[in-house]
Structure formats: structure tokens, C-alpha cells
């Protein structure tokens, strides 16, 4: 065969098909001759061919299924290899928990659906060492904590009273759960439910909070009662300086009207010495000295005003007026003195109505019209008004005087502080208390103050009030004026004061006006001498404060009794306040403060008589 396929490379390709083809024809005859004794041999046996081909199908089947079996044996060996790593990897895990649980700085607990412990690390153990021993796996949340109530582990509140709370708590599981310890520990407790419904709990040891949160209570508790004290102090302090502050009102008010006393009889004295004929030179000096009162009247006036503002004396009367009823009278007041001075004033009126305090009010544009022409020198000085973006007033005056520096301007609202310039050398130039009374009473009535000002060009003093409701005036009866020549001539008076200065300077005064002038020292004095009068008297003078605590107002009532009917009476007072103005306006007389003016005094007087 060997021989024969060496011999078939070596033929032709004709040849070797050829020879091909004679072989592929005897390899099919031993084939049919093989399949023939094949068919004999299985007819002769009983069918051997066909559990040939069973066997050989059984033999398929149960490799299939060994091979099966081994793919599963695979599996089983690959399942048993996952598993044990899971397991291992869970022993780590769990490992690494309860490490990390031990290591964490709080206590730290978790309970099943049930409520039983399934663990808990050494810290949660320690905040109850009289029961640690007891604490296992399995026990119930509360037996745990009935066995820590009866073990009296908890300081406060009584164990009853926080095992009900505790287990309200657990129940709600809202907010946070703070423990006393018996030990005096601090055991914060905050409570999650789980996914499965078990419950988580960390425990917070906030000892030092606490105890700091004490000592600053009781820090705070020290500074509220050093506090309180010094507040008391404070209180007892402010009393002491009002009672001093009233004292000084007093004082200024008693001292204000000893110095009035001999300030009105010496005004008196010169105003009666002034309606005499002097020489040039003693005239000179009679208005020197009239001048000289004057500035002695107003500083005296204006430190009594300061005190009541600083007591709280003065009570604002609020009304709604007419601003005309200020700027027209002070117009008026003030030409005299802005002529002597060559300043040209102009006052520009007008109709609006305003809420506030007219007196007040009054004396505020009074101090800044004042101000402006003491401190202006041939200029010019302007009062007007303007209405403001919130519907209020603002009375403004402006100068062209000196003008005050920016870094001055808050100086000059403080007692006794006067601006030094060249246009007030030698002249007057107040007592510096204009403006502190301006502060004061704008700060009380509630009236900004604002001041506009640049050195060289003069300043703009302004306040601003709030607008009135306007109402319809009731024009007064006109009175025809009649001449004051010789009208209070063979007057008849009855002069009522303590003082015999001013007693002295009153008769020489009404005397000198051509008046029947009578004196006393009290009202028995007076009394008496209405007796011996062959008719009562035309008008009554007497002073508020007699002596031995004696009223003015009291002992005009006496005489008008005395006489039978109601006599013109008029009340001289170096008191200022509201009240006596009421009780003498009460009483029907009129008042007129200390040190009296003489053109005042001859005004009223004229009034009455009339």
C-alpha cells in the first residue's frame, strides 16, 4: 500500500487518476464484502447490531450527564469558594465594626425591631457601671432601663419620674434625651428608628457643656445681680441727681428771685430816675446803668429757663396757630434794635398753620433772629419759611454775618460757648445760653434744629415744625386807640411788697407817672389803710410771695372784700411757672414777672385804668 502511493506521485496525472479509480473501486467491494458479513453476523446473534447502537446511545447519554455532573461539581466548588470568602469578608466587616464602634468617643447602642440589644460598645457600657455586668445581647430596652432606674444610676429627676420620661421619649423618639448621673455626668441621648424597625442611639457625654453652660449661668446670674445692683445705684444715683437737679431748680428759682427783688427796685429806681430831667452826663449814665440791669435781667432769665428745661418743669402747649403770630410781633420788636445796628431786616410772613408750642416755639426764632443780628455788622438778615418733602414748616434765618466753622458748629449749642470775631469786639455779644435754650427746647418739643453755615458768607439757623390744622380766627372788637398822654394821672394806687426797696422804687416810679400811690409791707398794713381811704383805690400792685408764706393773690381777694367790689389788680412775681400764671389768672389779675419793665408796667396799667 506504502509502495503503491509512492509509485502514484510518481505517475502522471492521467495515470494517477487512473490509478485512483481502480482503487476506489476495490475499496468498495471489501466494503459491501464487510457490510455483508455484518448483516449475517447480526441476523445469527438475535438483534446484537441494535443493542450495539443502544449501548453506544447509553454510553452518549451518561458522558452527557458526567459531564454535567462535573460542570455542577465546578459550580458547587466555585459557590463554596464565594461563600467562605463572604464569610470571611463579613467577619472582617464585622470585625472592623465593632472596632469602629469601640472606637468611636461616644456610647453607642442598637436594638431590633423588638427592642432587644443586639449590640453596644464599652462606652454605652460604662455610663452604667453598677449594671455593665447585666447588660447582654437579647435583653429588652426596657428591662435595661428599669434595672438602671433601680440601680439609682440617674441623679435627677427621682428614678419613677425619669423611667416614665425615658420611655415617653423612646416611644416619640423626638428631640434629644439628657441624663444626670449619679456621678455627676452628663449623658446626651439621640435616637434613630432603622430601616427594619429597630432603633440606633449614640450617647454623648456633654459633661463639659454643662458644666459650662453653668458657671456661665451662674457667671450671667452674677453679672444680672451686679447689674441689678449697679442699676439700683444707677436708679439711686439718678434720684440723688434729681432730687439735686431739683434742688437746683429750686435754688436758682429762690436765688433768681432774692436777686430779682433788688434787680426790680433798682430798675424801678432808674426807670423813675430816667423820667426825671438829668444833665447829658447823668443821662448817660442812667441809660448805662438801665443797660447794664438789662444784661443782669436776661442772664438771670435765661439761667432760670436752662434749670426748668434740665428739671423737666416746662410742659409744652401743643395748639395748632399761625405762624404770623410769632414772626409779626418779633418784626415788630426787632426794627428798632436792626436800625440802631444798620442791619437791614426783612421778615417775610406768612399764612401757615403749625402745630407746637407757641411760646416755645417763639423763643426759639427769637434766640436765632437774636443771634443773627448780635452777630451781623451793616448786613442783612432774613426770616422766612419753607414748606419741607414731609408736609412740615421750616422757620429759617438767614445772615450774611462772619459765618461759623464747620468744626464750631456743634460747640455753639453748649452753655457759656460765643464765636470771637471781629464784628463782636466791643459790643454785645450775649452771655453764650441763646442757643444751649434753643437745644433743649427743640429736643423737647421734638423740632429738628439744623444749621448752614460758611465762614465769610454768613449762616442759616432753621427748625422745623410740623403743619397745624388751620382754623378760622375770630377777629377781636377793634378798640379805638387813645392817646397814653396823662392817662394814668391822679391814678390811684395801692402798692402791696414785702420788700421796702421795691416799695421805695414803685412810689418813686408811679409817682413820676403823676400817680396817688399808697404802700404796705402785708395786707393788715394795707387793710388799714383802706380804712382811712375816702374811696378804695383804682388799681392794686402786690407782689406773689409776702412774708411768713403769704400770697399776693390771697390778700388781693382780702382787700377786694374789703372794699366791695372787684379792683384792677396786678400780680408782680419772679416766678415763671404755668401754675401761677392759672391761680392769678383764676383770681382775675394779671402778672408780670420780675424785674418789671417800666413801658411794660405803664402798658398794663393804661389797659386797666382804662
Known amino acids: ?137 437579647g435583653i429588652r430596652f426596657n428591662d435595661l432601663v428599669a434595672m ?50 429597630g432603633i440606633v442611639g449614640v450617647y454623648t457625654d456633654i459633661t463639659v457643656i454643662k458644666r459650662e453652660e453653668e458657671r456661665r449661668r451662674e457667671s450671667e446670674q452674677a453679672e444680672k445681680s451686679a447689674l441689678m445692683m449697679l442699676n439700683d445705684q444707677l436708679q439711686q444715683a439718678k434720684s440723688q441727681a434729681d432730687q439735686a437737679n431739683l434742688s437746683k431748680t429750686r435754688f436758682i428759682a429762690a436765688a433768681s428771685h432774692d436777686l430779682l427783688q433788688p434787680l426790680n427796685a433798682a430798675r424801678l429806681f432808674v426807670s423813675a430816675l430816667a423820667d426825671l430831667e438829668q444833665p447829658d452826663a447823668n443821662a448817660e449814665l442812667v441809660e448805662n446803668v438801665d443797660a447794664a440791669l438789662t444784661s443782669v435781667e436776661d442772664l438771670l432769665s435765661a439761667l432760670l429757663d436752662i434749670s426748668k428745661l434740665d428739671a423737666g418743669a416746662v410742659t409744652p402747649e401743643v395748639t395748632d396757630f399761625p405762624l404770623r403770630g410769632i414772626l409779626a410781633p418779633l418784626a415788630t420788636e426787632y426794627a428798632a434794635v436792626a436800625a440802631e445796628r444798620g442791619i437791614d431786616l426783612k421778615v417775610v410772613g406768612s399764612g401757615a398753620v403749625v402745630r407746637s408750642d407757641m411760646r416755645l416755639l417763639r423763643r426759639i426764632v427769637q434766640n436765632f433772629l437774636s443771634n443773627a443780628l448780635r452777630y451781623v455788622q451793616g448786613g442783612r438778615v432774613v426770616v422766612g419759611c419753607r414748606r419741607t418733602g414731609d408736609g412740615g414748616i421750616r422757620i429759617e434765618v438767614w445772615d450774611n454775618g462772619p459765618g461759623i466753622p464747620r468744626d464750631k458748629i456743634t460747640e455753639i449749642f453748649q452753655e457759656f460757648r460765643r464765636l470771637d470775631t471781629p464784628v463782636t469786639k466791643g459790643r454785645d455779644r450775649g452771655m453764650g445760653l441763646g442757643l444751649a435754650i434753643v437745644d433743649r427746647v427743640a429736643r423737647m418739643l421734638d423740632h429738628p434744629i439744623t444749621v448752614r453755615s460758611e465762614p465769610g458768607r454768613g449762616s442759616v439757623f432753621a427748625v422745623t415744625v410740623p403743619r397745624g390744622t388751620e382754623r378760622r380766627a375770630v377777629r ?118 420780675k424785674p418789671v419793665k417800666p413801658a411794660q408796667l405803664r402798658a398794663v396799667m393804661s389797659g386797666l385804668v382804662g
Open 148 to 197: 438602671v432606674a433601680a440601680a439609682g444610676a440617674v441623679a435627677e429627676p427621682p428614678p419613677d419620674v425619669w423611667l416614665r420620661e425615658r420611655m415617653e421619649h423612646r416611644h416619640d423618639l423626638k428631640g434629644v434625651f439628657l441624663n444626670r448621673l449619679s456621678d455627676g455626668r452628663w449623658i446626651q441621648v439621640n435616637e434613630r428608628r432603622t430601616r427594619d424597625g
Open 1 to 137: 500500500m506504502a509502495g503503491m502511493q509512492t509509485r502514484n506521485w510518481t505517475l502522471d496525472p492521467a495515470d494517477r487518476i487512473a490509478e485512483l479509480e481502480r482503487e476506489n473501486a476495490k475499496l468498495q467491494r471489501i466494503n459491501k464484502v464487510l457490510m455483508d458479513r455484518v448483516e449475517r453476523s447480526m441476523d445469527f446473534q438475535g438483534g446484537a447490531f441494535s443493542l450495539f447502537q443502544t449501548a453506544i446511545v447509553l454510553e452518549q447519554k451518561i458522558r452527557e450527564r458526567t459531564l454535567e455532573l462535573e460542570r455542577a461539581l465546578h459550580k458547587l466548588e466555585d459557590s463554596n469558594r464565594d461563600l467562605a470568602r463572604a464569610k470571611e469578608l463579613a467577619d472582617t466587616m464585622r470585625t472592623r465594626l465593632f472596632e469602629a464602634i469601640e472606637s468611636v468617643n461616644e456610647g453607642f447602642a442598637l436594638f431590633d425591631s423588638a427592642d432587644r440589644l443586639v449590640l453596644c460598645n464599652r462606652k454605652y457600657l460604662s455610663y452604667w457601671p453598677s449594671v455593665a455586668g447585666r447588660i447582654q445581647a
Open 476 to 593: 377781636p372788637a377793634s378798640i379805638a386807640a387813645r392817646p397814653m398822654t396823662n392817662r394814668l394821672a391822679g391814678t390811684s394806687v395801692l402798692v402791696l411788697d414785702n420788700e421796702p426797696a421795691v416799695v421805695a422804687g414803685m412810689e418813686a416810679l408811679l409817682r413820676g407817672w403823676a400817680c396817688d400811690v399808697v404802700s404796705a409791707t402785708n395786707g393788715d398794713e394795707a387793710l388799714a389803710l383802706l380804712s382811712g381811704m375816702p374811696q378804695p383805690p383804682d388799681l392794686l400792685i402786690a407782689d406773689y410771695h409776702l412774708d411768713d408764706g403769704v400770697l399776693g393773690v390771697d390778700e388781693v381777694a382780702r382787700l377786694r372784700a374789703a372794699c366791695g367790689r372787684i379792683l384792677p389788680a396786678v400780680i408782680v412775681t419772679a416766678n415763671r411757672t404755668p401754675e401761677l400764671a392759672d391761680e392769678a389768672k383764676a383770681a382775675g389779675c394779671l402778672v408780670l414777672n
